[in-house]
């Protein structure tokens, strides 16, 4: 069985990955879906993230779950390494969905849900 060019990443219940979600089908997309909740954060794609991304941009500091953090929690993440931490244990800080669009050339990575960038994403896959 092949794997799926398009992999989102989140929390099946979140109004934002339900979007992305919805839109995928729309387009008629097939896509893997990482389910935070039960398979937990893929660690070993994480680094990959923050390289692709940024550590700051996968971090929601805006989440219910970031504010709900203590004082010293929030302060501690400093850099990548601390970031990384929290994130491995706490999959609900990171700001979702993530997307691998691994059929596009650069094999980019995108945080959040953005009709408009994905519509861009379509056009190079289509491209390559």
């Known amino acids: 069985m092949s794997t799926p060019a398009i992999i989102l990443y ?13 839109w995928l089908a729309e387009q008629g ?24 991304v940024g550590w700051e941009r996968l971090v929601n500091r805006q989440g219910t ?18 970031a990384a931490a929290l994130m491995e244990a706490n999959a ?12 596009t050339a650069d094999g980019l990575v995108t945080v959040g849900f953005d009709a408009a960038t994905w519509n861009e994403r379509l056009a190079e896959r289509s491209k390559s």
Not at 29 to 52: I, N, T
Not at 65 to 82: H, N, S
Not at 92 to 103: D, F, M
């Open 92 to 103: 609900s800080v990171i700001k979702r969905p993530v997307v691998e669009w691994a059929g």
């Open 29 to 52: 997309l097939d896509y893997g879906f990482h389910d935070f909740k039960k398979q937990g954060v893929p660690v070993e794609r994480l680094g990959g993230w923050m390289a692709a």
């Open 10 to 22: 989140g929390i099946p219940n979140c109004d934002t990955v339900k979007k992305a979600r919805a």
């Open 65 to 82: 779950t970031w504010r709900k953090l203590d004082a010293a929690t929030q302060a501690g993440v400093q850099d990548a390494a601390t």
